[in-house]
């Protein structure tokens, strides 16, 4: 049976076996670009590596609950498009916790049209050094929402003229495992 998000209605979401298949490391060549990249590239980055995955990364306490970091007087939730960036940034900012995968869809339904608009928290995607762009739960629909209505358009206004952006294609990646 095929998942849907109740939100945005897209296609299909892969289910688990699905998602792992399409998981891959990040090697550093890669990671460290996207890490120091700005603020507002991460962002469209993580929608796009999010969308074409099905999962999406975030930290987890000892009981498996959403961790959300305190900006000021804001709570906000971090979010990473895989595994290994999401690990080299927890290290990088000394954030403790494990690092889980979560469905696409279940994140857009549950999480953040549920409990990030009820705590009313900023989403930051692909934090680094305690860096993000930090969006509201409409921001971040409205995102995923013109990457699945036309994903050309979206890498054409996002990364067309993108020297750093780098793919599977030109990436050399090595077995599942963490980054050094």
């Known amino acids: 049976m095929r998942k849907v998000s109740k939100i945005i209605g ?4 892969p289910d688990i076996c699905q998602r792992r298949e399409l998981r891959r490391s990040i090697a550093a060549g890669e990671a460290l670009p996207v890490l120091n ?3 507002e590239w991460r962002f469209h980055y993580s929608i796009k590596e999010v969308a074409e995955r099905g999962e ?12 959300d970091l305190k900006y000021e007087e804001q709570w906000v939730c971090p979010f990473w498009p895989h595994e ?5 940034a ?8 494990d690092i889980d995968p979560m469905p696409l869809d279940y994140w857009i339904d549950e999480v953040l049209d549920q409990n990030c608009r009820s705590d009313d ?3 930051a995607l692909c934090p680094s050094n305690f860096n993000a762009k930090l969006t509201s739960v409409d921001e971040v ?10 994903p050309e358009a979206f890498w054409e206004q996002h990364f067309s003229d993108d020297k750093v952006f780098l793919t599977a294609k030109n990436i050399k990646t090595g077995p599942k495992g963490y980054l050094p």
């Open 56 to 67: 999406i990364w975030f930290i987890a306490d000892e009981e498996g609950k959403l961790i």
């Open 121 to 123: 928290c900023l989403i």
């Open 37 to 39: 990249g700005s603020d």
């Open 90 to 97: 927890c290290k990088k900012m000394n954030i403790l916790g």
């Open 141 to 150: 629909i409205a995102a995923l929402t013109a990457y699945y209505k036309d």
């Open 84 to 88: 290994d960036l999401a690990y080299l």
């Open 10 to 13: 897209f296609d299909q979401i």
